[in-house]
C-alpha cells in the first residue's frame, strides 16, 4: 500500500514626473477592489489601447515576473506607464529596505504596478514607518500592495485606531492584519462602523468581537444584514454563541458566499456522507468551507483509494483535509512506510491517529526517535525517498 503511495511522489524610455505633490493612489476605491483593478492617476500615461508597452513589459521582468506575467500585468494595469526608472527603482530599493525579498516584490508590482510611479521617500516611507511601529512586517503588504495607496492620516491611522480600540494589543491587532491585509482597504464609516455595531446587536460581547477580528478580520467588509444572515444561519445548524467553535464557525460563514456553502455541501454528501455528518464536521473544522473542489477531491479518493480509510472516519477528523497532500501527509506516509519496513511499528498501526497532529509531534514520535538506528526515516520525511 504505501509503497505505491510513495512512488507517485506526486533599453527604457526615461520621462521625468512633473511636479504636483499628490498621491498618485489618491483615486484608489475605499473599499476592496476586485483582482484586477484600474487605477487612475496624475503619474501615468492614460494608454487607450490595450497593447502592452514593451518598455513597460522588459521593466516588469527585471522585477521577477516571468514574460507570460508581465505580459499580462501589463495588458490588464494598461493605463499604467512608468516614466522614469530611477524612481522605480527607488521604489523597489526601498521595498528591499523594508524586508520585501525579491519574491515578495515581484508579486507587489504584478498586483500594483502603479507603486513603481510614486514618490517613495514622500509617499511609501511614512506608511511603512507607520507599521514598523505597530509591529507589523511591512512584507506582508504583499499580499495586499494597494493598501498602501490609501491615505496615511485620512485613513489608515483612523482604521488602525479603531481596530486598537477593539481588539486591544498590538500584538493581537498585527496578527489580525497578517490574516487579512486587504481588509484596510475597507471604508471605515460604512463598512467597519456598522459591522461592528452589527455583532454587538447580534448578542457578541466586547471580548467575543476583539477575538472575532483576529480570527477574521474579513468581516468587518461585510453589510450588517450579511452578518445577521450568518448569524440565522448558524442558529439553524445548531450552533449557539456560548460554543467555543462559536467565533471560528461565524468568521467563515461570513466570508463564505451561500453558494459556495451549498456546493461544499453538496460535494461532500456526494462521498455518501449525511448532511449532519458535514455539519459536525464543519463545526469542528470550519475551514473545510475553503478548500478548493479539487483538492477536496483528491485527498478524499487518497484516503479512500489508497489508504483504505472509510470516509465516515475522515470526516469525524475532518483537520486531516486541511493538511497538504504533498507537504504533509505523503510525507508522513513515507516515514510510516520505512518504520512498518524495518518493524519499528505494526502493520496494523491505526493510521488517521498516526497521520495527525503538529509537525512537532510527529517528528518527536515517529522521525527523531527513529532517526539513529533508521535512516531512511529522515529521508523519507524530507521527500527524498521516491519509493521503498
Known amino acids: 500500500m504505501f509503497a505505491s503511495i510513495c512512488r507517485r511522489r506526486l533599453p527604457f524610455r526615461i520621462h521625468q514626473i512633473p511636479g504636483g505633490g499628490t498621491n498618485p493612489l489618491h483615486s484608489i476605491s475605499g473599499t476592496i477592489p476586485p483582482a484586477h483593478n484600474s487605477y487612475s ?8 489601447n490595450s497593447e502592452p508597452c514593451p518598455d513597460i513589459v522588459s521593466y516588469l521582468i527585471s522585477c521577477g515576473l516571468s514574460p507570460a506575467a508581465a505580459i499580462g500585468t501589463a495588458t490588464t494595469h494598461h493605463r499604467v506607464r512608468i516614466r522614469s526608472t530611477d524612481k522605480a527603482d527607488a521604489v523597489r530599493d526601498l521595498l528591499r529596505h523594508y524586508g520585501f525579498s525579491d ?13 513603481l510611479a510614486v514618490d517613495p521617500e514622500r509617499i511609501l516611507r511614512p506608511k ?36 486598537r480600540d477593539i481588539i486591544g494589543s498590538d500584538d493581537d491587532l498585527c496578527t489580525a492584519l497578517a490574516r487579512s491585509t486587504r481588509t484596510l482597504m475597507v471604508d471605515l464609516d460604512k463598512y467597519m462602523r456598522p459591522a461592528v455595531e452589527a455583532l454587538r446587536r447580534a448578542g457578541l460581547a466586547e471580548a467575543a468581537i476583539s477575538k472575532l477580528l483576529v480570527i477574521q478580520l474579513g468581516v468587518l467588509a461585510l453589510s450588517p444584514d450579511r452578518i445577521s444572515k450568518a448569524f440565522e444561519d448558524l442558529k439553524e445548524i445548531g450552533m449557539c454563541i456560548e460554543d ?107 493510521l488517521l491517529p498516526a497521520l ?27 521527500g527524498l525517498l521516491s519509493h521503498f
Open 41 to 48: 492617476s496624475s503619474a501615468v500615461d492614460d494608454v487607450p
Open 103 to 115: 519574491a515578495h516584490i515581484a508579486r507587489t508590482v504584478r498586483s500594483a504596478p502603479i507603486l
Open 128 to 163: 511603512l514607518d507607520f507599521f514598523v511601529s505597530l509591529g507589523f512586517e511591512p512584507r506582508k503588504f504583499a499580499s495586499a500592495p494597494f493598501v498602501l495607496g490609501r491615505s496615511l492620516d485620512k485613513h489608515l491611522v483612523p482604521c488602525i485606531q479603531f481596530l
Open 244 to 350: 467555543s467553535r462559536f467565533l471560528y464557525c461565524l468568521g467563515a460563514m461570513c466570508v463564505a458566499k451561500r453558494e459556495t456553502w451549498m456546493r461544499k455541501l453538496a460535494l461532500y454528501r456526494s462521498f455518501g456522507l449525511s448532511e449532519g455528518e458535514v455539519l459536525n464536521a464543519f463545526k469542528t473544522q470550519p475551514t473545510i468551507l475553503f478548500l478548493a473542489e479539487e483538492s477536496i477531491k483528491m485527498k478524499v479518493r487518497f484516503f479512500l483509494e489508497e489508504l483504505k480509510l472509510g470516509i465516515h472516519g475522515v470526516m469525524a477528523q475532518p483537520v486531516i483535509l486541511a493538511y497538504s497532500l504533498e507537504k504533509c501527509i505523503l510525507p508522513r506516509c513515507a516515514v510510516l512506510s520505512v518504520l512498518m519496513r524495518e518493524g519499528k511499528i505494526q502493520r496494523d498501526i491505526k
Open 356 to 382: 495527525l497532529g503538529t509537525s512537532k509531534r510527529f517528528s518527536t514520535r515517529y522521525v527523531l526517535r527513529h532517526a539513529d538506528d533508521v535512516p531512511d526515516v529522515l529521508k523519507a520525511y524530507e
